[in-house]
């Protein structure tokens, strides 16, 4: 097994949807598991039907499934029949996780809740990603998003005093909802497997507002409801985005010897001694003065310039990138984040998605397959289960698959 494929061996069934559910498996498809998407026969996962290109949807290849899906395996099942059930239980049955994005109480009703599948599998692990949770007074109710975006606060601290509260430009409540989702699994896969069963509610509410820690401790911990502010960093000045000769750039200079530094390199030494910003404390008060004072100074050069500069001053700073310009970045380009496929079964396109983003012992881990189309490894698994050639024909005429 190599150090970057962990997950190697663990099978997963994946029956989400959309975003969350799906970039879930998209991690541990990516650390070596083998998962495979169960979806809906003749329409399969929504996302197959979303993104910017009219024609990949048409063709339920759509950019958003795309995204998230490379390589998983696609069996279609109808869960709402008999027989489609008995050949679920069968493939939970060689299975280590499962992970769904149903309301809660849609399994249980459809008669293949985690009580019912632990019996056949006592070591499996479940994973129910929802909106809200599995119980509370709003289990029920449907998220989408921008829903947990509103409701968990973010909005009212994205943007600022004219433009929040304000959506985050992608929808990071469900990406958050994935990511818990993916370390809670590995988690319990950790465990050994006569003592690994386990049911992992996951609410997309609760874990965005846990990535919200500094915020949310300053108002349990020091009364301070948080307000929008716009680009700038409410844990220190000089800290956010500051215009330029020549487009924006973020600086980060949170250590007193990082504002010392940005004083001498934008040619003001003098305002390191001025009572208004010599302390941490003096400048978060008086921030706005002090970025009049700065910006004044970053107008005589452009914004490349000064990102040099205060980077060689060890002050943080970076240019403000549009996505296009980051993808192509050679930091990015180095460093494997992005895969390609060539001529996608089901599209004939050469296509590049993102990968995870991390490194294992210096190896960026990747899917070997592209996105699946939809049903497209049915009569595989089915035949890798012990089913015939003439069960897996009845199973087809009968709209159980």
Known sequence: MSRGTPLTGIRVLDLTNVLAGPFCCHQLAHLGADVIKVEIPGSGDLARQLGADPELNEKLMGVSFLAQNTGKRSITVNMKSAKGKAVFKRLVATADVLVENFRPGVMDRLGLGYEVLREGQPSLVYCAISGFGQEGPLRDLPAYDQIIQGMSG???????????????????????????????????LAAPKERRGAF??????????????????????AGKTPAPMGNSNFTASPSGTFQTGEGPINIAA???????AVCRVVGRPELASDPRFARR????????????????ALRSKPAAAWVSALNAADVPAGS????????????????????RFERVPGIERDIAVARTGMKIDGEAPRTAAPPPELGQDTEALLTELGLSRAEIDELRQDRAI
């Open 281 to 296: 404390q003096d400048r978060l008060e008086n921030r706005d003065a002090l970025t009049a004072e700065l910006e004044d």
């Open 320 to 339: 403000v990138l549009s996505l296009p310009e980051a993808l192509t970045h050679p930091q990015i380009a180095e460093r494997g984040l992005i895969g």
């Open 200 to 221: 992992i509610d996951i609410s997309m509410l609760e874990a965005t507002i846990a990535t919200m820690g500094w915020v949310v401790s300053n108002y349990l911990v």
């Open 154 to 188: 973010v909005m009212s601290i994205t943007g600022d005093q004219e433009s929040a509260p304000l959506r985050v430009g992608y929808p990071i409540a469900d990406t958050i909802g994935g990511i818990t989702a993916a370390f809670a699994i590995a988690s319990a």
């Open 254 to 260: 949170n250590k007193q010897e990082q504002f010392e």
